[in-house]
Protein backbone atom coordinates (compact mmCIF):
# COMPACT_ATOMS: atom_id res chain seq x y z
CA UNK A 1 0.00 0.00 0.00
CA UNK A 2 3.07 2.39 1.15
CA UNK A 3 6.48 2.24 -0.02
CA UNK A 4 9.54 4.31 1.40
CA UNK A 5 12.30 4.55 -0.39
CA UNK A 6 15.51 6.14 0.89
CA UNK A 7 18.27 8.08 -1.03
CA UNK A 8 21.33 9.91 -0.29
CA UNK A 9 23.56 7.61 1.92
CA UNK A 10 27.71 6.74 0.92
CA UNK A 11 30.76 7.13 2.11
CA UNK A 12 31.80 10.83 4.01
CA UNK A 13 34.71 11.83 6.03
CA UNK A 14 34.46 13.12 9.78
CA UNK A 15 32.98 16.58 10.13
CA UNK A 16 31.26 16.32 6.72
CA UNK A 17 27.94 16.42 5.78
CA UNK A 18 25.32 14.23 3.91
CA UNK A 19 21.25 14.41 3.43
CA UNK A 20 19.14 11.99 3.42
CA UNK A 21 15.68 11.69 1.73
CA UNK A 22 12.58 9.62 1.88
CA UNK A 23 9.67 9.77 -0.54
CA UNK A 24 6.57 8.04 0.08
CA UNK A 25 4.21 6.72 -2.64
CA UNK A 26 1.52 4.68 -3.35
CA UNK A 27 -2.19 4.85 -2.18
CA UNK A 28 -1.71 7.57 0.97
CA UNK A 29 -4.37 9.68 2.01
CA UNK A 30 -2.98 11.22 5.07
CA UNK A 31 1.00 10.75 6.79
CA UNK A 32 1.08 11.53 10.30
CA UNK A 33 4.36 10.88 11.90
CA UNK A 34 7.73 10.43 10.13
CA UNK A 35 11.12 9.65 11.57
CA UNK A 36 14.79 8.12 11.00
CA UNK A 37 16.20 5.28 12.84
CA UNK A 38 19.35 3.90 12.45
CA UNK A 39 21.16 0.29 13.29
CA UNK A 40 24.76 0.76 13.84
CA UNK A 41 26.68 -3.04 13.53
CA UNK A 42 25.99 -4.82 16.74
CA UNK A 43 23.64 -2.84 17.90
CA UNK A 44 19.71 -2.46 18.13
CA UNK A 45 17.88 -0.35 15.56
CA UNK A 46 17.49 3.74 17.55
CA UNK A 47 15.22 6.46 16.90
CA UNK A 48 17.63 9.17 15.60
CA UNK A 49 14.58 11.92 15.13
CA UNK A 50 11.10 12.29 14.42
CA UNK A 51 9.00 14.69 12.67
CA UNK A 52 5.06 15.14 13.44
CA UNK A 53 2.41 15.82 11.61
CA UNK A 54 2.32 19.09 13.12
CA UNK A 55 5.90 19.78 12.65
CA UNK A 56 6.95 19.26 15.93
CA UNK A 57 10.30 17.51 16.06
CA UNK A 58 12.28 15.07 18.43
CA UNK A 59 16.23 14.01 18.46
CA UNK A 60 18.41 11.55 20.34
CA UNK A 61 20.72 13.85 22.31
CA UNK A 62 23.49 12.59 20.62
CA UNK A 63 22.43 14.25 17.21
CA UNK A 64 21.20 17.10 18.71
CA UNK A 65 22.76 20.44 17.12
CA UNK A 66 23.93 18.25 13.98
CA UNK A 67 21.14 16.81 12.53
CA UNK A 68 17.90 18.18 11.16
CA UNK A 69 14.90 16.56 10.21
CA UNK A 70 11.93 18.61 8.10
CA UNK A 71 9.73 16.97 5.57
CA UNK A 72 7.40 18.39 2.58
CA UNK A 73 4.30 17.07 2.81
CA UNK A 74 2.67 18.08 -0.66
CA UNK A 75 5.71 15.57 -1.91
CA UNK A 76 5.33 12.99 1.11
CA UNK A 77 8.94 13.46 1.72
CA UNK A 78 11.21 13.23 4.40
CA UNK A 79 14.83 14.52 4.91
CA UNK A 80 17.10 14.11 7.93
CA UNK A 81 20.20 16.89 6.99
CA UNK A 82 23.39 15.71 8.74
CA UNK A 83 26.34 17.97 9.81
CA UNK A 84 29.65 17.52 11.51
CA UNK A 85 29.05 13.79 11.04
CA UNK A 86 31.32 11.48 13.68
CA UNK A 87 32.36 7.44 13.38
CA UNK A 88 29.73 6.63 15.13
CA UNK A 89 27.10 7.74 13.10
CA UNK A 90 27.95 4.90 11.00
CA UNK A 91 24.65 3.03 10.60
CA UNK A 92 21.87 1.76 8.19
CA UNK A 93 19.31 4.65 8.02
CA UNK A 94 15.68 3.58 7.72
CA UNK A 95 12.93 5.92 6.87
CA UNK A 96 9.71 5.10 8.66
CA UNK A 97 6.36 6.53 8.69
CA UNK A 98 2.51 6.25 9.98
CA UNK A 99 0.42 6.06 6.48
CA UNK A 100 -3.07 6.36 6.46
CA UNK A 101 -3.81 3.39 3.30
CA UNK A 102 -7.22 2.20 4.00
CA UNK A 103 -6.13 2.05 7.99
CA UNK A 104 -3.00 3.86 9.61
CA UNK A 105 -0.23 1.54 10.33
CA UNK A 106 3.88 2.05 10.12
CA UNK A 107 5.87 1.64 7.16
CA UNK A 108 9.73 1.10 7.27
CA UNK A 109 12.00 1.80 3.83
CA UNK A 110 14.66 -0.66 3.11
CA UNK A 111 17.54 1.27 4.60
CA UNK A 112 20.24 3.22 3.18
CA UNK A 113 24.04 2.98 4.33
CA UNK A 114 25.76 5.43 6.04
CA UNK A 115 29.73 5.38 6.68
CA UNK A 116 31.75 7.95 8.32
CA UNK A 117 35.19 6.95 7.85
CA UNK A 118 38.73 8.40 6.87
Known amino acids: QVQLVESGGGLVQPGGSLRLSCAAS????????MAWYRQAPGSQRELVAA???????QYRSSVKGRFTISRDNAENTVYLAMNSLKPEDTAVYYC????????????WGQGTRVTVSS
Open 96 to 107: NAEAHSGQYRSY
Open 26 to 33: GSIFSILD
Open 51 to 57: ILSGGRT
